[in-house]
Each structure stands twice: as C-alpha cells, then as structure tokens.
C-alpha cells in the first residue's frame, strides 16, 4: 500500500503553490499578489443572447462577495469582453444617436437661420431612421457589430439629401414666391440627384453581400436597406413638411444673391486647374505617404481604450495569470501511443519550443504533468521509461485529487493536447507564431506517426478577422467597381464617370494616412470607415455633377457652369461636410474605439470630399470636359 502525501505541505503552503507547475500562474501568480477563479461555459453558448445571461448571472454572483480589504475584483475572459462590447454598443446607440441628431440640429438652425426650416431635414431623417429600424427588425435581421451602425449612417446619409432638398427649395422659392411651383421644380431637379445618391450607395453596400464573410454580408444588405428606405422618407417628409412652413419663415422671396466666395473659388480653380490639380494631387500623395505602415490587424481589446476597466483587467491576467485568449495544440495518434516515452518527450519539447513564444503566458500538457509526477515520487528528472510506467505513474496522480487530466489526454491516451494562454499580441503577431509553431512540430514529430494541429479561440479568431478584414478590402474594391457601373449606366457618359470616380478615392486615401499618423493599424473597429468613407463621398460628386450637368444642358460653357454649380450644389455640399464634421465629432468621446474611429475618420472622410468635390472635381471638368 502507498500512502499518498500532499506536494504542498500546511507549511509554506502559499509559497509551494506559488511554484507548483499546475497551479502557477494560471491559479496563482508567481509572485503570490493575485490570483484567478476560471470558469468554463458551455460551449453551446455562442450567440450572446444566450451568452449574455450566464456571464451576466456570474459577474453578478461574484460581485456579490465582499473581498478583503487592498483586494480588486477584475472581471475578463473572451465571453466577458464580447457581451460587455455588445452592451458598449447598444448603450452608444442609445447615447450617442440623439446627440449627434441634437448637433445635427444646432447645426442646421445655425446655418440656415430658421427653426422650423432646420427641423423638416432633421424630422425626416429620424423618420426615416424610424421606419429603417422597423423594415429590418420586422423582417429578423439582428445587427452585428458592423451593421450597429446602421441607424448612424442612415441618419447621415438622409440628412445630407434633405439638406439639399432644402437649400434647392429656398433657391426656387426665391424666384416667384409660389410654394408648389418651387416645390414641384425642386423635386423635379433634386430628385435624380437624390436617387443617384441613394441608389449608387445602396448598390455600393449591396455588393458587400458577395463577402465569404457573414458579418460583412449582412451589414451590407441591412445598410443598402436602410439606404433605401431612406430616400423613400426624405422624399415623402421633408416636402410635406416643408410644405407646412409660410414663405416668410422659409426665407424671403428675393433673387437668389451671388456668394462672392464660391466664386472666386470657381473662378481660381477654373482659371489654374493644372496647378490646382497638382496641388490637390500632392497633398493626396502626401496622405498615402503617411499610410504607407498601415498594416491588417486584430485584437481582443480592439474596441476599447487603455483606460477602460475591461483594458486594465485583461493586462493585469496576463501580467499576473498567464492571459486570457486560449490556444491548443492537438495531438493525434495511435490509442496508448500518447504515453510513449519519446512521444512524451517530442511534446515536451514543442511545449517548451511554443513558451519561447513572446505573447504565450501558460502551458500546461500531460508530457509536463508526468515529467513533474515522476519528479515527486522518484526525485529524478525526465520521465518514466516505459509506456506501462507512465500509465502507473499517471494513475497514482489521478487517485490523488481531482486531477483535470480530460483536458489535455483522452482516455484511450491515443490523443492529446498542450494547453495554452495568450496574451492579445493582435492577430498578425499570433498567426506568424502560429506559423512557426507548426514548422517547428513538422521538424520534431518527423517519422513519429503523430499528427499535429494548432488551434483554439485564439488562432480561430486571429484568422477569422484577419480574413474578415481582407474580405471587406476586396468587397471595397467591388463597391467601388460596382458604383463606377452604375454611375456610367446613369450618366451615360464613359468621360464624365472616369472624372466623377477619381475624386472618390481621395477619402480613401486621407483616411489611411491619418491611421498612419495615429499610428493605428486597420481593424474591424476601422475598417468600416473606408466603406462609409466611399458611400459619403460619392453623394457629394453626384450632387455636383448633376447640377453641372444642368446648367451645362441650358447652354453655359465650361467655367460658367462650374460656377453656378458652386453656388448651388457647391454650397449644400459644404453646409453637410460642415454639419457632418461637427456632427461627428461628438462620437469622439465614446469609450468604443469603433465608435470613436467613427466619428474622427466621418470627419477626415468629410474633409477630403471637400477637396475632391470642390477642387479636384472642378479642375478635372475644366480639363477634360470642353463641350
């Protein structure tokens, strides 16, 4: 009979434990200042509305227990940060929706200078916003965290369209007094360029529906129907309500006045359009220089900021407890075969190879667990010499305590696995360990007949947004194709799409360099701003290509018509990049990253469709289009 001791005596217990490889620093930290409770849900458990209840319930019971006194609870875990960000997400949509409509609406009163007149584009966006949330909650969609933003963008998207349906209003109105002619000329003039607008957007976002990606697919499709239900409600809203508004409360019947500084910037860029064109073009080369280091990316804490308890709490696991991302190396081979003493010691030394790793915090394997058995309880290192040994010795410890060991050995001992935590080094940095990790298993399970797989929630997840992140830059590059299309097919007019297309790249291009001065690689909590970048900029062009095109069609040259269209569509579209900017920028005190990214980037986004619209745009025309 043997008489099995305790490996940690009652003296020095906290010490011993503090080096006993099956309780530090996944248990215990090695310098005994903290320690970890683990707690393993159900692996049925993935959608959050399933999810969320459980972790809820857990956070809540141990938030219940009073601590000692110094001692801080820290609440982390992959299921903890994915409901705490989907409770970020719905809890910004709640604050962060009306502020930026009550912004958009100070805006607008400011810079039209009338109450009733600021509230009909902003009445009909919220609609609009209104009935969007109602044909896709009705039909089942539920929102991820990209389509979140649905109801933002299709507030954006509604209120530039109705901000010049209003400015083209007050402009007819000026001519005769007489509400329902100037209404009738304003939707006759503004709504093709509404459409165009709303159906190039739509037909943009529509294409993302050909992504391998579910989460890009169904932001896509819910966007692209949100769009559209949009322009259905500005078009129907915004004249009833204007409708409403007594012509001295809309603006005084007078001729239309002349602002001297749209043209004297018509008249520059018409008057100098390659210095302007090579100005414009070298800031924009400028821009991309700064984000040339720009770099696909992904991280678990992506969407918060380093002062954010959830950022804290993770940090403080994997300087403390090893981390909290799980990797695993799967091991297959034949039943008993995991307990051969070289198959032992090959596992061992991949063990030891994958520690060497920057972000890896903590392995644990049965090789490492019976190399530490046989320690106790023969003084020797290295492990027992055969397979019937390791299965006596491994049985000992079973009968000894509550030894985990289904988790790193099956029971026929014909697989195996090591047992890791990671630190969030960001999916680039995990996948290229990943890479020599798996180079590293070729070289020493040679000839062995083992099989060997790297896996886990946290190489599952570096790769899947990895490819989530390529898979929305290539559905950019269709977005792109597809509005180029489109506009050729409504234009009708292979020179005059190749000019409206080349400023919508600009957006793009300001949009990397300034994730390059931030220092900031391309993430999911980013990433989306490029494709919202392209659906805002190119309601700008149409805007301005229609109204060109008009007075174009009643006989105006080049200059002359690039003038009116200044004063025009050239006004409207810099009242919305204005209303957009500040609109905007009151995202920028979220405590989502996503959120916060935005709002900066729909302020970049604005600024240089401003440049693309109103100078690139015009000097391209003067060019190129002489007719």
């Known amino acids: ?227 559209m239900v949009t322009f259905s409600a500005v078009l129907l809203v915004v004249p009833t309500l204007l409708a409403w508004i007594p012509v001295f409360k809309v603006g005084a019947p007078t001729a239309p006045r002349e602002r001297a500084a749209y043209s004297r910037a018509a008249s520059f860029v018409t008057s100098h359009p390659r210095r302007v064109l090579a100005a414009a073009l070298a800031v924009t080369m400028v821009a991309g220089w700064l984000g040339r280091t720009v770099q696909t990316d992904s991280a678990l804490l992506e969407m918060y900021k380093p002062d954010h308890p959830t950022w804290l709490a993770v940090h403080t696991a994997e300087a403390k407890t090893g981390g909290i991302i799980p990797v695993f190396i799967h091991f297959s081979g034949e039943p008993d075969q995991m307990l051969e003493p070289d198959v032992l010691k090959r596992i061992d030394a991949l063990e030891h190879a994958f520690k060497k790793e920057p972000f890896v915090g903590y392995t644990a394997s049965h090789a490492g667990w019976l190399k530490h058995f046989h320690h106790l309880l023969t003084g020797s290192d290295g492990w027992p010499s055969t397979r019937a040994a390791a299965s006596q010795e491994l049985l000992l410890a079973e009968l000894s305590g509550d030894l985990p060991l289904d988790r790193v050995l099956s029971v026929d001992r014909a697989r195996a696995r090591i047992i890791a935590l990671i630190d969030d080094a960001g999916g680039r940095a995990v996948l290229e360990g990943k890479a020599r ?49 489109t506009m050729l097919l409504l234009l009708r007019d ?27 690689d391309l993430q999911t909590s980013n990433i989306v701003s490029f494709t919202i970048a392209v659906g805002l900029a190119v309601d700008d062009t149409i805007h301005f290509m229609v109204r060109y095109r008009e007075e174009k069609s009643r006989g105006l040259d080049t200059p002359s018509a690039i003038e009116k269209t200044f004063q025009g569509a050239g006004h409207a579209i810099v009242l919305t990049s204005i209303l957009l900017i500040f609109g905007f920028g009151v995202l920028a005190f979220s405590s989502l990253t996503s959120t916060y990214f935005f709002g900066l980037l729909a302020g970049v986004t604005m600024a240089a469709a401003i440049v693309g619209d109103l100078i690139i745009l015009p000097a391209l025309l003067t060019l190129f289009d002489r007719k």
């Open 437 to 485: 990790i798996e180079a590293a298993a070729e070289t020493i399970f040679e000839g062995s007949g083992v099989d060997v797989d790297v896996t886990g929630d946290g190489m599952l997840a570096a790769f899947g947004v990895y490819q989530l992140i390529r898979d929305l830059l290539a559905s950019l590059g269709l977005m792109v194709g597809v509005i180029f299309i």
């Open 494 to 520: 292979l020179k005059l799409t190749l000019i409206a297309t080349f400023p919508n790249v600009v957006p793009l291009v300001f949009i990397l360099g300034m994730l390059g001065v931030l220092g900031v």
């Open 1 to 227: 009979m043997i008489r099995v001791q305790d490996a940690i005596g009652p003296e020095n217990s906290l010490e011993r434990a503090a080096k006993d490889p099956f309780l530090s620093p996944l248990l215990i930290a090695t310098d005994r200042s903290a320690a970890s409770l683990q707690i393993h849900i159900d692996d049925s458990l993935q959608e959050i509305a399933d999810l969320g209840p459980v972790v809820n319930a857990a956070t809540a019971a141990l938030r219940s227990v009073d601590l000692p006194e110094a001692f801080k609870l820290h609440m982390t875990g992959v299921p903890f940060v994915r409901t705490e960000v989907v409770k970020l997400m719905m809890e910004d949509e709640m604050i962060f929706l009306p502020a930026v409509a009550g912004m958009f609406f100070v805006i607008i009163m400011a810079l039209f200078r009338r109450f009733w007149l600021g509230m009909a584009p902003l009445t009909g966006v919220l609609v609009a916003t209104v009935w969007t949330m109602g044909v896709l909650l009705s039909t089942g969609s539920v929102l991820n965290i990209l389509s979140a933003l649905t109801p933002v963008l299709v507030l954006v998207i509604g209120v530039a369209d109705g901000i010049h349906l209003v400015g083209r209003y007050r402009e007819e109105l000026a001519k005769d007094g007489h509400r329902e002619a100037a209404m009738g000329r304003t939707t006759r003039h503004m709504a093709l360029a509404c459409f165009l607008t709303t159906f190039t957007t739509a037909a943009g976002f529509a294409s993302l529906a050909v992504a391998d990606t579910a989460v890009i697919r169904d932001f896509g499709t819910q966007v692209a129907t949100g769009v």
